[in-house]
């Protein structure tokens, strides 16, 4: 995760501090808003100026972000703050655009995803969104390796496409094979795209391979991969996709040691919380992310006495979750609150030590 | 009102504190886009009154235009510092997760640091309210408020002393955590007290540059008006919320309570405290948000991290829970509870005799006359 501090050193530092003490910085920060939308001294917003159906269930959000975007590198992501119902949340999503064109999300519906659901229901040109920052390391090396397999399946084409958009706009597309998974032709995102890259660039050769294909047994398969890219052990490999896909690449890759040649973008950052079952007192471990102190606690017990236990002294006030002096940032983990019964096991929440109990290992930021 | 609070069974404090703890959790499920819109509504508005209110103030030349300046001034101070400042310190809109309405990070347009006002609002007054030698807004350790406190011939001034702290309260709110009482009576250090006055002086002095030196300056020839404007505005804001304050606590019929008698309280034995130890204000919905809806102060005592904006619908069903478990609902107009908080003053600043704290019926400590 990536700060929204802003970047200011020197005088604007200072002036910002001065601006900060006078109360004046939210005037600022108001009225700026006021006169254009976008604009912000603070975070980094992004207008959407267009939206385009890739698929039937995917769409591109292409952005105009305020001053305050620094940029990215192709394959890297960024986070995307939404309003749902009064509550921001927070997703990541790669974006699709090479670093100098006009910046774009790509965002694929999924089932049951409130962010993703709400981006296709209500973001339209001229709304606003909140960006952080890019971030990743699924890039190229510099210089780019000089062959190349680009393997993706589903949404994970977006951070591919924004590789091979790059390659194509700096003019270096040597020997590139794009090899993408999808269910049927209609589920390609970036088709027309895709097909102008590769009349253009000789070096690019892009194959799709469908699941409704007559001779497809659906998925990805080692065998296909393997014909349709003899030279696979030469090329420096770029995957992302869903699990199942991306594990059988890995294993595949492993087993003829190539491990190292292969580089994989996973959208789902952290493994689902694990949590302990309702009701037991179980032994989760507790880490405190800025002192480093790592100790076993109960999921019977609030996580305030139990730090205090341990030798910690955080901020606290009523101790029944009333005063929120003792609120703090929950890095991972689940925790449950006595007084609502909510779980928030989300990672980066702020949490009330004196009346959560942990439901799994949770590091704080403390 | 006659009402005397009845003796609960330990059976009933426990069955009245899940009925409020219900009614709370039916209005968090409910928290949504209508409450985060009505805050940035306010705040809104604040910013458009502040902006009206000193541009009339700079520019204007006439009598009219300072007077509507001023008076929009100290309406966007008034809003927020009660409905925005107040509520957002809360945590009232954590879970929004907007970082501009987050309670740790928020700095209101008040001499009073936000530091300082989380740990002795939020966590001493709200925790240990109304309990006699821990709850230090009772009578601010100056004022005399209630019968159990005992006289003093300082109280026989402390209907002035009152009066001043009217016009001066955003001072009093802002030094009432350095504890100057124990200072003077030995009992700190000037290095502890200078230690602990550290927030308060840093805050004091960005706010005083704010409204008698920044904003003057930039009126040039106009920098008396303007600094003469901020003045009535900072202390219009000052009586208004001293006026609302005084009557969240202090009318006839509110109790206090015994440290000892409250150490092993259970979830019902706080909230029937929280009750017994706050008054509500009436009036219509402006008025209500014009003290930051703290005329509901049982229903923000009871549940203070809850939308203040939300206490007015929570209103009747709390004192229907009330009714029925036979506790005094405390509730009046302004100008009653105005009234009654004056003439209490007056008579307390007299010696009576400093009445006795039953211990049998700690919840029904005092009867109202």
Redesign the interface.
């Known amino acids: 995760m990536t700060s929204?501090e802003p970047r200011t050193t020197g005088w604007k530092a200072a002036a910002a501090t001065v601006a900060?003490?006078?109360?004046?910085d939210?005037?600022a920060e108001?009225?700026l808003d006021q006169v254009a939308p976008g604009r912000s001294l603070t975070e980094t917003r992004a207008r959407v100026v267009k939206v385009i159906a890739e698929t039937a269930d995917m769409r591109t959000f292409v952005l105009r972000p305020n001053r305050r975007w620094t940029g990215h590198s192709a394959g890297q992501y960024t986070t995307v703050d939404v309003?749902i119902?009064?509550?921001?949340?927070r997703r990541c999503y790669s974006l699709s655009s090479a670093p100098g064109d006009q910046l774009a999300i790509t965002v694929k519906r999924v089932a049951g995803g409130r962010v993703s659901t709400w981006m296709h229901d209500h973001v339209g040109v001229g709304d606003v969104l909140v960006l952080g920052a890019a971030a990743g390391d699924f890039v190229l090396p510099t210089p780019a390796p000089a062959k190349l397999l680009l393997l993706s399946g589903g949404s994970g084409a977006t951070p591919v496409m924004s590789i091979l958009r790059d390659l194509a706009a700096r003019d270096a597309v040597r020997d590139v094979v794009f090899v993408h998974h999808a269910r049927s032709r209609a589920d390609v995102p970036f088709g027309p795209d895709l097909r102008a890259l590769a009349a253009r660039h000789p070096g690019l050769r892009v194959v799709l391979e469908l699941d409704d294909a007559p001779d497809s047994r659906g998925g990805f398969d080692e065998q296909r991969l393997r014909q349709r890219v003899p030279d696979l052990a030469e090329r420096a490999t770029f995957l992302c996709g869903p699990t199942g896909l991306m594990a059988r690449v890995e294993s595949m890759y492993e087993a003829a040691g190539l491990a190292d040649r292969l580089t994989s973008e996973r959208f789902v950052a952290a493994a689902p919380v694990s949590r302990v079952a309702d009701g037991d007192a179980q032994i989760v471990t507790v880490r405190l992310g800025r002192t480093g102190t790592r100790f076993a606690a109960t999921s019977a017990a609030p996580l305030l006495d139990q730090i205090e236990r341990n030798g910690g002294r955080p901020a606290h006030?009523?101790r029944?979750?009333?005063?929120?002096?003792c609120?703090c940032r929950k890095r991972t983990g689940a925790v449950r609150n006595l007084?609502?019964?909510a779980v928030s096991d989300a990672p980066d929440?702020?949490i009330q030590l004196c009346i959560s109990v942990p439901q799994s290992d949770v590091e704080l930021s403390l | 009102v006659t009402a005397a609070r009845r003796t609960l069974s330990r059976a009933e404090v426990d069955a009245f504190g899940r009925e409020l703890?219900t009614l709370?959790?039916e209005v968090?499920a409910d928290?949504?886009?209508?409450?985060?819109?009505h805050m940035r509504g306010v705040?809104?508005d604040v910013?458009r009154l502040?902006?009206a209110g000193r541009l009339l103030l700079h520019v204007g030349v006439d009598p009219v235009s300072f007077t509507v300046g001023t008076a929009c001034l100290a309406l966007a101070k008034i809003l927020e510092n009660m409905e925005v400042g107040h509520n957002v310190m809360?945590?009232q809109y954590?879970?929004?997760?907007?970082?501009?309405l987050a309670?740790?990070d928020y700095?209101w347009?008040h001499a009073c640091a936000g530091e300082d006002w989380?740990?002795t609002h939020?966590?001493?007054h709200?925790?240990y309210t109304n309990i006699l030698g821990k709850d230090r807004d009772v009578g601010y350790g100056f004022l005399r408020v209630c019968e159990e406190q005992g006289w003093h011939p300082r109280h026989l001034v402390q209907p002035l002393v009152a009066l001043s702290l009217a016009f001066n309260f955003q001072w009093g709110v802002a030094t009432h955590d350095l504890h100057v009482d124990e200072f003077l009576a030995g009992k700190m250090s000037l290095a502890q007290l200078r230690a602990r006055a550290r927030p308060f002086v840093a805050k004091v002095r960005?706010q005083l540059?704010?409204d008698y030196a920044?904003f003057p300056a930039l009126a040039l020839w106009n920098a008396p008006r303007v600094a003469a404007g901020n003045l009535l505005a900072n202390t219009a804001r000052n009586l208004w919320t001293f006026a609302v304050i005084f009557c969240g606590h202090f009318p006839e019929g509110v109790a206090v309570y015994r440290e000892e008698d409250t150490r092993d309280e259970s979830?019902g034995d706080?909230y029937l405290r929280q009750l017994g130890g706050s008054a509500n204000i009436e009036g219509g919905s402006r008025f209500h948000l014009m003290t930051g809806h703290l005329s509901h102060q049982i229903e923000h005592h009871l549940f203070?991290?809850v939308p203040a904006a939300r206490y007015p619908e929570l209103a009747p069903r709390v004192r229907e829970i009330c009714e029925r478990y036979g506790q005094t609902y405390v509730t009046g107009s302004f100008g009653r509870q105005l009234r009654s908080v004056a003439g209490r003053l007056l008579r307390l600043s007299l010696p009576t005799r400093t009445a006795r704290m039953s211990a049998a019926a700690p919840v029904a400590a005092r009867v109202a006359a």
């Not at chain 2, 928290?31 to 819109?37: F, M, N, P, S």
Request: net charge negative; with cysteine.
């Open positions: 929204l900060r003490h006078l109360l004046l939210r005037h108001f009225w309003e119902d009064g509550v921001r949340v006030g009523c029944m979750g009333i005063c929120h002096t609120t007084i609502t019964g929440e702020d | 703890d709370r959790a968090v928290l949504g886009q209508r409450d985060a819109d705040m809104r910013h502040e902006a809360h945590g954590d879970w929004t997760k907007d970082p501009r309670s740790q700095e347009d989380r740990r939020n966590f001493e709200h925790t960005w540059v704010k920044l979830r706080w203070p991290d």
